[in-house]
């Protein structure tokens, strides 16, 4: 069943980028887990061909796309392999912060850039000290003139070595009480002085994803580069990451599909016992059980990006999404390295790096727990 969002033009793209993805990623994508970076060609081939941010207005660069195009991007994206989610977060998450918040010159300076691929952006929330609560971010932004200059560090940074320009949450009134509404966002240069990258950082899974260290040591931000009004950073936030969320629970339902479609390939060529695996009851049921989780999961997901394109606030709905699509696909992750027997825990089976990859979709863009908390607090308890 196609979803509705879905036209016959969308369906074209499809085609088209998978055939862009045959070419230029599917094989090269285990060198890449092995160097431990997308290089920077790959984001320029992305551009070139109209695949990053396309839904950007044609005035500064881009296709005037609906979502259903980011859509097809991530899940596309996401049959390649998760690591690749830097670049949904460069296309969906990021770039629409300057376009939503970003005065007309800030606009015309970076979303060309964005959309060619010669600016790959990030966004810098987490700190070692503050994930989940991000209103006790410590870094400080002070005014100085016509600068800003930025102290503290942040941490787990998606396109963190890449990145040319990035979205910095910090505090610009540490006395501000809530603490929450002393919160501003600041766009961070590539060579800003005082400012530096720390190491890219070693993960259990995604390891071709960028994922690094930031710090900021009197680093002098233009004024200019305040993205929006000051103190309004976490509004700014709360209202992004629908998409943020939304954008983390269609690659987990996508992943959830591609292992049980793997993993349904394996049984029905492997024997046992003088039949084919797959003609065991046991794990024909397993396999039911599987494909009915993923149905559902696709029908809720397809509902929210309906509501979602239609621009509804739908803050609870995505949360559910978030927490659910990623439990079930974790679920379906152990279910199918189980059903590879041996080969499962090898490296050369794909379902290896998708059962590594796929833990992190329950705990970045807000933990599965704080998705529950949100829930809780529109059940009227
Ligand atoms: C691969 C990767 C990429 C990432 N990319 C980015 C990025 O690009 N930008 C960015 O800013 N951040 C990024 N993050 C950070 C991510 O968003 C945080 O790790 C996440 O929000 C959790 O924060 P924390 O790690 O500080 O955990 P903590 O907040 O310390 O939480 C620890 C545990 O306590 C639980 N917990 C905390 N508070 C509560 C509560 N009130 N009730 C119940 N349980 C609670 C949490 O759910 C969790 O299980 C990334 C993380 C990873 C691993």
Redesign the pocket.
């Known amino acids: 069943m196609t979803a509705r969002y879905l036209r016959e033009e969308h369906h074209i793209f499809r085609d088209a980028f998978r055939k862009f993805l045959e070419k230029e990623a599917y094989p090269h994508y285990t060198e890449w887990e092995k160097r431990g970076i997308i290089p920077r060609s790959f984001w320029a081939k992305m551009g070139e061909n109209g695949f990053l941010c396309p839904w950007v207005d044609e005035k500064y660069g881009g296709l005037n796309a609906d979502f259903a195009y980011s859509v097809v991007i991530n899940e596309e994206l996401e049959k390649v392999g998760s690591s690749l989610i830097g670049i949904g ?1 460069h296309n969906d998450i990021v770039t629409p912060y300057i376009a939503s918040y970003g005065t007309e010159e800030q606009k015309q300076k970076w979303l060309p850039k964005c959309v060619s691929g010669e600016i790959i952006t ?5 700190e070692p000290g ?4 991000l209103a006790n971010i410590s870094t400080t932004a002070v005014k100085d003139g016509d600068y800003y200059i930025v102290n503290g560090q ?7 070595i890449h990145a040319d320009l990035i979205v910095v ?1 910090c505090k610009t009134d540490p006395q501000a009480k809530p603490p929450h509404r002393g919160i501003s966002l600041l766009v961070v240069e590539r060579d800003t002085p005082g400012f530096t990258r720390g190491r890219k950082l070693e ?1 259990v899974g ?1 390891h071709a ?1 960028d ?1 690094a260290e930031l710090f900021f040591q009197d680093a002098k931000v233009p004024a200019y580069n305040l993205l929006g009004e000051e103190g309004k950073g976490f509004y700014y936030l709360m209202e992004k990451l629908q998409q943020e969320r939304l954008v983390v629970a269609i690659a987990a339902q996508t992943a959830a599909e591609v292992m049980f479609s793997l993993t349904k390939q394996y049984v029905k060529q492997r024997s046992a016992f003088g039949k084919r695996v797959s003609e065991f009851q046991t794990v024909q049921f397993r396999l039911a059980e599987m494909a009915t989780e993923i149905a559902l999961g696709r029908t809720f997901v397809d509902r929210v990006i309906e509501e979602h394109m239609a621009g509804k606030q739908i803050v609870t709905e995505v949360s559910m999404a978030k927490w659910w699509i990623t439990e079930m696909a974790k679920r379906v992750a152990a279910e199918a390295m189980q059903l590879h027997g041996g080969y499962g825990y090898m490296e050369e089976y794909e379902i290896a790096r998708r059962y590594r990859d796929i833990p ?1 979709s329950a ?8 998705m529950k ?1 949100i829930i809780a607090r529109q059940l009227d308890l």
Request: charged residues 10%; aromatic residues 6%.
């Open positions: 977060l990030a966004i810098a929330m987490t503050a994930g989940s609560d942040k941490t787990f940074i998606t396109n963190g949450a993960k995604l994803q994922t992190v705990i970045y863009a807000g933990t599965n727990e704080m908390t």
